[in-house]
């Protein structure tokens, strides 16, 4: 405990994030409204820890703080096995679905902007205000909000932009979680969007449905395959990310790179190594992407600290009201629709609300859950991050830029 902190070092925070999971697990089993709606085990008992941590810093003035470092590794290792397991075949069939949903996103981001930026002119306030209630703490996440938030202050005149942008970011972090789930449900169970039962079973991009079927099929060598496999494509990710930086000075998101380097290594090293066991889609790696997106978004949602929300103006939450009403409806009108009106579109429905008001974890985490109770979304999976996690950030500093009036 340090002054007015109570804090947990890495070994202490990542054994508990493991048992709040658990927790999560155990909600969803009692709660049937969690277990109908999708909710995912790391957001059921994320949140309720990080509820739990609001009343004590309420009642003693005391912040509970956990340490993340060991968060960046476990997103590596997810993005990574994305990678793995994509094929190029798989990638030219999804060439069109890839090439509408990003320009649904690009779509979306400007319309997400003109509502965040509608609602503050109408009540007065700046552009910058309105931003941060758009593209920069929604779609952009914390990142984006902390870098923006200094510039809306010198030059736009948006006092406190830097903690209102965290703050709508932390709170647009736990409606995506939300509301992916239910949106999946009813594109599922109310559009017809259910898996075909007649269609070739395809093998889990990630999620293992039992723990039964996971007993049955990993094995200790395959984990230490899959493992070792992982951590040479983060190698090279992270090396790529470095170079790309020097030599150009293109700043990509390191888990990006990673996920580059698992597409490059599963297309080549098996052609090259014909009698290799190469890892990609075997339940070993699905578990290993299972328990690294589990507790890396079991980190997140506990490590939340609502508090900061508390200082949310009246405005901020009626254009963060508007923006989930808005998002809900894009999905169903606009995003299912344009995708198909199949699974997989309805899967992305899931997915794209967890990105487009969190982050891409939550949307992988949205479509997990919803696959584990359905069915594999092999196109889903594979579309979404390149979306989601390279070409947005690309679109959303030209966009906020646009906005700003250049």
């Not at 060598?221 to 090279?236: D, E, H, K, Y």
């Not at 098996?270 to 290799?276: D, E, N």
Request: hydrophobic fraction near 55%; proline fraction near 5%.
């Amino acid at each position: 405990m340090t002054g007015d902190a109570l804090s947990f070092d890495e070994f202490v925070s990542f054994n508990l994030a493991i048992l709040v999971y658990f927790l999560g697990v155990r909600l969803n089993k009692k709660i049937p409204f969690l277990r109908h709606y999708n909710i995912p085990e790391p957001v059921s008992g994320g949140l309720l820890v990080a509820a739990l941590a609001l009343i004590v810093y309420l009642a003693f003035d005391k912040a509970i703080g956990f340490s993340l470092q060991s968060r960046d590794y476990l997103l590596f290792v997810f993005f990574t096995a994305i990678g793995l397991n994509a094929r190029f075949a798989d990638l030219a069939k999804g060439g069109k679905p890839l090439l509408i949903l990003l320009c649904l996103t690009v779509g979306y981001m400007l319309l997400q902007n003109a509502v965040g930026t509608g609602i503050a002119a109408a009540l007065g306030l700046p552009t910058g205000f309105g931003l941060l209630g758009g593209t920069i703490s929604l779609v952009g996440g914390h990142g984006t909000a902390i870098a923006w938030g200094p510039k809306l202050v010198e030059d736009y005149g948006v006092v406190g932009a830097v903690e209102i942008g965290a703050a709508t970011a932390t709170l647009g972090l736990i409606a995506a979680s939300l509301l992916g789930g239910p949106v999946g449900n009813y594109l599922i169970e109310r559009k017809g969007a259910k898996p075909d039962p007649d269609r070739p079973e395809e093998a889990p991009m990630i999620g293992i449905e039992t723990e039964r079927e996971a007993v049955a099929q990993v094995t200790h060598t395959g984990l230490m395959r899959s493992l070792l496999v992982l951590n040479i494509a983060i190698a090279l990710g992270v090396g790529l990310q470095e170079a790309l930086v020097t030599g150009i000075g293109l700043d990509l998101p390191i888990f990006v790179c990673c996920l580059f380097c698992g597409i490059v290594l599963s297309n080549t090293v098996p052609l090259v190594f014909k009698k290799m066991t190469w890892p990609a889609r075997s339940q070993s790696l699905a578990v290993l992407s299972d328990l690294a997106l589990g507790i890396f978004l079991t980190m997140s949602l506990m490590s939340l600290q609502l508090w900061t929300i508390a200082g949310l103006a009246g405005p901020m939450m009626l254009i963060l009201a508007t923006q989930i009403v808005v998002a809900a409806l894009f999905i169903v009108l606009v995003v299912y629709p344009m995708m198909g009106r199949n699974y997989n579109a309805a899967v992305l429905g899931a997915g794209f609300a967890g990105f487009a008001l969190g982050a891409t974890p939550t949307a992988i985490a949205n479509m997990t859950a919803v696959t584990k109770r359905y069915g594999p979304a092999t196109q889903a999976f594979l579309i979404l991050p390149l979306v989601s996690a390279f070409f947005v950030d690309l679109a959303n500093a030209a966009i906020i830029i646009l906005f700003l009036g250049g």
